[in-house]
T-cell receptor, first 116, second 117 residues
């Protein structure tokens, strides 16, 4: 049983196109995240949602728009793709523990996006 | 702002030997978690070990242990009896621990570990 799944795992597309990456978690977690891993393997937070509400929006071009239709899903839509968007995008989720504290995050398998 | 620094971009170790990966961090928070994640060539992010800042005892998970020095803001990972399957990128990560927003992980740049037969 996959805990955090992402589709597609690989995405190759042309500059200027619009694409979406989907993420689903079956862990019942309240919080979901999108991270970007660049070509040097550096991982950085992009967005975070808590119960469908956006709580983190790092300095990301507004061509990137996250959407959370329900607590189990967090999708990432990217408009007008650019060469620099090529990266691996990870979805993650975590529970909020009693008292409101956070614990570990569970990651999806990643989506390798290649923009040509 | 919190920062995480891994000063060893690459390391190698012979199979069955012990290796230590370094991590330092900077924060003004007193309540936080620290993590080591492993990313093998499959690119899956796998949690290796976690440490809660308020716990003085160093965390251990089988062959993996940490040396957590809170005052020095140091969090190193020791891998004992290294195995070929330990070959991976290792990321040190920091996370605040409080209610409300911003439970995201802040990562170091990673250390690429190669275990040689």
């Amino acid at each position: 049983d996959t805990a955090v799944s992402q589709t597609p795992k690989y995405l190759v597309t042309q500059m200027g196109n619009d694409k979406s990456i989907k993420c689903e978690q079956n862990l019942g977690h309240d919080t979901m995240y999108w991270y970007k891993q660049d070509s040097k393997k550096f991982l950085k937070i992009m967005f975070s949602y808590n119960n469908k509400e956006l709580i983190i929006n790092e300095t990301v071009p507004n061509r990137f728009s996250p959407k959370s239709p329900d607590k189990a899903h967090l999708n990432l839509h990217i408009n007008s793709l650019e060469l620099g968007d090529s990266a691996v995008y990870f979805c993650a989720s975590s529970p909020i523990l009693a008292g409101g504290s956070y614990n570990e995050q569970f990651f999806g398998p990643g989506t390798r996006l290649t923009v040509l | 702002a919190q920062t995480v620094t891994q000063s060893q971009p690459e390391m190698s170790v012979q199979e069955a030997e012990t290796v230590t990966l370094s991590c330092t961090y900077d924060t003004s928070e007193s309540n936080y978690y620290l993590f080591w994640y492993k990313q093998p060539p499959s690119r899956q992010m796998i949690l290796v070990i976690r440490q809660e800042a308020y716990k003085q005892q160093n965390a251990t998970e089988n062959r993996f242990s940490v040396n957590f020095q809170k005052a020095a803001k140091s969090f190193s990972l020791k891998i004992s009896d290294s195995q070929l399957g330990d070959t991976a990128m290792y990321f040190c990560a920091f996370r605040r621990n409080y209610g409300g927003s911003q439970g995201n992980l802040i990562f170091g740049k990673g250390t690429k570990l190669s275990v040689k037969p």
